[in-house]
Every structure is written in structure tokens, then in C-alpha cells.
């Protein structure tokens, strides 16, 4: 015990406690700004100046999903689009086995290169009125859940964060060594 009555040796587990209060103390509060933001992914960005939450990435990349297969149900009945709609499907089910949010944005950008390739094929096959309102239906759901993404708030939040918090001493040295998982852009 005379280990701890030397001045020096309490000095350093002074400091070592300290420091590990702090760490500690990081990946409560920075851990919890970064699982905020992901949940916003999820759940949509409040605005502040619009006053409500903004669509979340999430819903549109359902909806993405969905109307790609629906775009994939209507090329099904010409066989020479097969490649087109095989293409499709793979991305489609490239976004839904996706789990980070790097991945389901990659996965979201191949989605949509895949149906850009398709919808102008579609549209020279179909004579139904019906089956055309459909596919006008899905390509303009492709496009608008597009834009709903760009302004979702989602990157801003993620920008805001990084330069905010993560960018400020000593969290910048510190939120690695805690272990805190920095959100990703999308």
C-alpha cells in the first residue's frame, strides 16, 4: 500500500482516471449526437425552419424499391428486356440486402442507373394505356423519391456533426479512441 502514498504514482492515477472519465464521457454524449443521426435516417430530419420532420432516406429507398418492382412486373412481359429487368432486379435486391448506410447508398445509385436503362425501353414496348400510366407512375415515383433524397436534410446533419463536434479538441482526438461510430454520408 505504500505504492499509494507516493505523491507521483497518485498523480498518475489521477490523471489516468481522468482520462478515462473523458474518454468514457465522449462515447456517452458523442455516441449518442451519432446514434441520433442515424436514427434520422431512419425516421426523417426535423426542420427547424420548415417546422416538421422531412421525409426520411429510408421511406423513399422503400418506396424506390417498390416501384422498381413494379417497373420489373412490367418488363416481365417482353423478353427482350429481361436483361434490362434482370439488371433491376439484382439492384433492387442489392438495396434491400444492404445494411450500412455506404452500402444502401451505393446500392440506391445502381438501383437507379438500372432503371434509368430501363424506363426508356419500357416506354417503346407499351401500347396499353393502362401499362403506360403504370410505368409513368413508377419511373415519376423514381424520380421524385430521387429529389426527396437530396433534400432530406440527412447529409447536411451528417456534414454538421462532423464539422461541429467531431471537429472540435479534444473530440476529434478522442471519439476514435472511444470507439464512437462516425455516421456516413449518404
Not at 489516468?16 to 435516417?41: H, M
Not at 427482350?80 to 445509385?109: F, H, P, Y
Amino acid at each position: 500500500m505504500s505504492v499509494f502514498k507516493n505523491r507521483r504514482t497518485a498523480v498518475i492515477i489521477t490523471v489516468i482516471l481522468c482520462l478515462l472519465a473523458l474518454v468514457i464521457g465522449v462515447r456517452r454524449s458523442v455516441g449518442r449526437q451519432a446514434a441520433d443521426i442515424l436514427e434520422q435516417f431512419e425516421s426523417g430530419v426535423r426542420s427547424s425552419s420548415a417546422g416538421y420532420t422531412l421525409p426520411s432516406v429510408s421511406a423513399q429507398l422503400e418506396a424506390r424499391s417498390n416501384a422498381s418492382l413494379g417497373l420489373i412486373s412490367l418488363a416481365a412481359q417482353y423478353g427482350e428486356l429481361s436483361e434490362k429487368s434482370d439488371a433491376v432486379r439484382r439492384a433492387r435486391e442489392a438495396l434491400l440486402d444492404a445494411g450500412s448506410v455506404t452500402a444502401r447508398s451505393e446500392a440506391n445509385a445502381a438501383l437507379g442507373s438500372a432503371c434509368d436503362a430501363l424506363v426508356p425501353l419500357l416506354e417503346q414496348q407499351l401500347t396499353d394505356a393502362d401499362k403506360i400510366s403504370a410505368q409513368k407512375d413508377y419511373a415519376g415515383i423514381m424520380s421524385n423519391t430521387a429529389r426527396l433524397i437530396e433534400t432530406s436534410g440527412y447529409n447536411e446533419l451528417v456534414s454538421d456533426f462532423r464539422s461541429n463536434v467531431l471537429g472540435l479538441f479534444p473530440v476529434n482526438v478522442l471519439y476514435r479512441i472511444a470507439g464512437v461510430t462516425v455516421p456516413d454520408y449518404f
